[in-house]
Every structure is written in C-alpha cells, then in structure tokens.
C-alpha cells in the first residue's frame, strides 16, 4: 500500500530546551486514508503538523510526504498538500470567488485575471465542482462577511482542494464552530474525501471528530503513547458494561449473583461484560421487572482520557 505520510524516528528539540517537543516518534499514513493526530495541548500535535507541512524544520529523523523529503523537497511537498488551519486566513475584503482566485494565482494553478469572467474555463469548472461539493455554490460570489463560521471554513476547504492536493492537513478545523456546522463541515469533508481520493491528516480536541478515522496516534509529552484503529484503542483500555435497575434491587442483586455476576455499585448497578459474556444472555435470565437498562459501549473519549490520565501520572 502507497504511503501518502512516512514519520521516521522524529525528533524536535526548539533552542535554549532541554526536552525535545517531539521525541522519536514513528508513524505512517496510507494514501486516501483519514489519520486523526490526537493529545492535550503542548504535546507535540502543532509542531509535528509544522513539520510535516515544511512550515518548520526537523532536529532529526526522515519525514515524507508523497514520496517526497520534507525537506529536501520542501516546493515538491507543497505542491502536493493542503491545509487549513486553526485559525482562519480569509480575506474578509473580498469575495468568496476573490479570494479563490488570489489563491490559486499564488499557487501557480491559473494566472490572475482582474475580473471571474476573464478566467479560464478549468478555472470555472473547478470551483463550480469544489463550491457544490461543499454546498456553497449559490455563495460563492458573495462577500466574505456575510457568511457564518461554517461558511468560512468550507471555503478555506475549497481553496486548500483547489490544486487537488495528495494530502489535506486540518489542524483544528472545528475550532468555534457551534455542533450543527461543524457535522456539516465533516458531511463534506467525507464526501471530498470520497470524490477527490484524498489523504485526510487530523488534529482536533474534538475525540468524536476522530470515532471514523481508519488510524489515529495519540502523542503525549512528546511521544506516541498509543496507536491503531479506533475500536482497537477503545476495546483494550475501556470496558463494555450493562447498565440496570429495577425497584426491587435485593432481588435483581441475588439473581445476579446466582449467574455468578458481580455487579458494582449500589444501583444502578453495572455488569462488566468481560471474558466473553454476551448481554442479551445476561438479558434474557433475569426475571425481576427492571426499570433501567443500558449497554454502555466504550467511546473513543474514554479511551483518550485514559491513556492521558495513565501517562500524566507516570510523569
């Protein structure tokens, strides 16, 4: 399988510090997959997503992107990713379509025309194709001030996609978005994801951002501390557990213990459902009237805040 990001053994040290901000981490991305980089604030996402975007230089290591040294190939490497960043870099003096259109002048993708009628017909057709992708088409000739955050961001989606990058870096892409713009934002992102056969490259505080990423890593202080598939994560550090109740708790207490549970609490009470127990075989035995019942599936969060809670007290 092609690797659209290879990470070898990647340090960063900043000047006048004595621990490094990244230290030796390995990692890669396959081409067309969605990566989500996750962990708290100053553990090293900026910096490792500084580098991987030629913004900032490496201690050391070997870091590619496309098949290219970040490097030693830093104009090959940009020509082959987008980003969009935390924090957003319109120009809220022009229009949506101006701003596009300065963009991919600087980019080299089309020369600039002063007016949208000048430019040339691939120049219209890709817009047109990026702004319905994303559900702004009827926008795009409109000022940048009038529209909402959710807006915005799509915008800056459809510049960074404008010269069909291999790679599309978010950092934060969500940040102060209210919860029904940013599923919007993530509605299209998988839809570019799937019409463009892009490599997606996350970092977000939002966990649930990250529940449908094909590999995440979650860095700490520094280091990868955890890594694989989401429900991988979620299944090996976080249990699976039945939720019930009932009026009657001495009853539902001893028929439990007469299916050799144990159940914690003192109600409701919760049933680890470890070493193979199925809940609906736990379900169907009990007898006494419940009044609450719950199968309470771990979260790629409870996963997160374990994993970070278990480091921050080994430091």
């Given amino acids: 399988m092609t690797e659209a990001v290879r990470v070898r053994n990647l340090v960063k040290r900043y000047k006048k510090t004595k621990i490094n901000a990244v230290n030796d981490i390995s990692f890669s991305v396959a081409e067309g997959a969605f990566f989500a980089l996750l962990g708290p604030n100053g553990a090293g996402k900026t910096t490792t997503i500084s580098i991987l975007t030629t913004t900032l230089t490496k201690t050391s290591g070997v870091v590619?992107?496309?098949g290219f040294d970040a490097e030693r190939a830093a104009g090959e490497v940009r020509r082959r990713i987008g980003v969009i960043f935390q924090t957003p870099s319109l120009d809220k003096n022009l229009t949506a379509e101006e701003n596009i259109r300065f963009h991919a002048a600087l980019y080299g993708l089309f020369p600039f025309r002063p007016i949208y009628a000048l430019m040339p017909k691939t120049y219209k057709t890709r817009v047109a194709s990026l702004a319905e992708l994303l559900g702004i088409r009827e926008n795009?000739?409109?000022?940048?001030?009038?529209?909402?955050?959710?807006?915005?961001?799509?915008?800056?989606?459809?510049?960074?996609?404008?010269?069909?990058?291999?790679?599309?870096?978010?950092?934060?892409?969500?940040?102060?978005?209210?919860?029904?713009?940013r599923k919007g934002v993530w509605n299209y992102l998988q839809e570019v994801r799937k019409e463009e056969r892009t490599t997606i490259f996350l970092t977000t505080h939002y966990l649930e951002e990250a529940e449908d990423a094909d590999n995440i890593c979650i860095i700490n202080r520094g280091k990868i501390v955890a890594s694989g598939t989401p429900e991988n994560i979620r299944k090996t550090l976080v249990n699976t557990y039945l939720q019930m109740d009932a009026k009657d708790r001495h009853k539902l207490v001893t028929e439990l213990a007469r299916l050799k549970l144990q159940p914690e609490g003192n109600g409701p009470f919760r049933i680890l459902l470890q070493n193979g127990i199925h809940p609906q075989k736990i379900i169907r035995s009990i007898r006494t009237p419940l009044t609450l019942l719950n199968i309470h599936l771990p979260t790629l969060e409870e996963a997160y805040i374990e994993i970070i809670g278990e480091h921050h007290a080994d430091a």
């Fill in 64 to 66: 590619e992107i496309a």
């Fill in 140 to 181: 795009i000739f409109q000022p940048i001030h009038t529209f909402s955050g959710g807006m915005k961001r799509k915008l800056e989606i459809i510049r960074g996609l404008m010269h069909r990058p291999r790679v599309l870096f978010l950092d934060e892409p969500t940040t102060g978005l209210d919860p029904i713009s």
